[in-house]
């Protein structure tokens, strides 16, 4: 079974950010550590950082968390 933050990683493109509720925003940013952490190995942060200049690669919706929408641990 899937988790919720990856439901909602994969439901969501990440232009759809600024229409949800700031909890499903945090899910959707759990989400997408998940998927970059078992796709890849590696954080969100560490993946995205390494395609400087790569055309194309935010399409899907698999891009960074726009910095509007990272959310400061309380």
Partial sequence: MMALSDEIYLKHHVSELRDLDEYVVKLWKEGQDRWCMRTH??????????????????????????????????
Avoid: T
């Fill in 41 to 74: 190995g590696m954080s969100s942060e560490d993946y995205y950082a390494g395609l400087d200049g790569v055309g194309g690669y935010g399409s899907s919706g698999r891009k960074p968390l726009p910095k509007e929408f990272q959310f400061k641990e309380k």
